[in-house]
T-cell receptor, first 116, second 109 residues
Framework: GAVVSQHPSWVICKSGTSVKIECRSLDFQATTMFWYRQFPKQSLMLMATSNEGSKATYEQGVEKDKFLINHASLTLSTLTVTSAHPEDSSFYIC????????????FGPGTRLTVL | SQKIEQNSEALNIQEGKTATLTCNYTNYSPAYLQWYRQDPGRGPVFLLLIRENEKEKRKERLKVTFDTTLKQSLFHITASQPADSATYLCAPANEKLTFGTGTRLTIIP
């Protein structure tokens, strides 16, 4: 299957700082990338959908000014958590889609964010 | 609102037996459904995709069924092995994937 990487794999930061997470599709050009958040023992929740060269579409309840998404190329999307707080501590996972919406999403390994 | 239910939070199966996981959905008419495997601290790994016009899909020891009348998908692992132990997620979808909370499967040697 396709390979999607995330960097960093884990990060610890102080409250009030900003953290950037990168998501790369390594062996294909992704038409669309998605960002998910997963709290312990809970389901993956979609945060936003990102298409290269256009603004991200955020799900209801997700603050777009807090979770900045940049999709600079067909292989790179970044999520910046601005002014992070302890409640933002979670497992952030991206996925990449090659083709239409009914095709397979390939997920990255995830980034564990801990805000102190 | 859409609701995705996976039959049990945890399932223990003896090695060599068939594990069957259930995914039920309500208030939803997905065009397709995907199954993923997730290990602790890792992202989901794609296993199988089945479309609404397909009744069954197979891949090696895995089999998925999709019953749009019952609004249910069954996921089977035959000849189960301890390495199959993981959390399995179903994700019905139209344009976006909607994930269930998963079933934590443990294969007992």
């Amino acid at each position: 299957g396709a390979v999607v990487s995330q960097h960093p794999s884990w990060v610890i930061c102080k409250s009030g700082t900003s953290v950037k997470i990168e998501c790369r599709s390594l062996d294909f050009q992704a038409t669309t990338m998605f960002w998910y958040r997963q709290f312990p023992k809970q389901s993956l929740m979609l945060m936003a959908t990102s298409n290269e060269g256009s603004k991200a579409t955020y799900e209801q309840g997700v603050e777009k000014d807090k979770f900045l998404i940049n999709h600079a190329s067909l292989t790179l999307s970044t999520l910046t958590v601005t002014s992070a707080h302890p409640e933002d501590s979670s497992f952030y996972i991206c996925s990449a889609l090659f083709g239409g919406y009914t095709d397979t999403q390939y997920f990255g390994p995830g980034t564990r964010l801990t805000v102190l | 609102s859409q609701k995705i239910e996976q039959n049990s939070e945890a399932l223990n199966i003896q090695e060599g037996k068939t594990a069957t996981l259930t995914c039920n959905y309500t208030n939803y008419s997905p065009a397709y459904l995907q199954w993923y495997r997730q290990d602790p601290g890792r992202g989901p790994v794609f296993l199988l995709l089945i479309r609404e016009n397909e009744k069954e899909k197979r891949k090696e020891r895995l089999k998925v069924t999709f019953d749009t009348t019952l609004k249910q998908s069954l996921f089977h692992i035959t000849a189960s092995q301890p390495a199959d132990s993981a959390t399995y997620l179903c994700a019905p979808a139209n344009e976006k994937l909607t994930f269930g909370t998963g079933t934590r499967l443990t294969i007992i040697p």
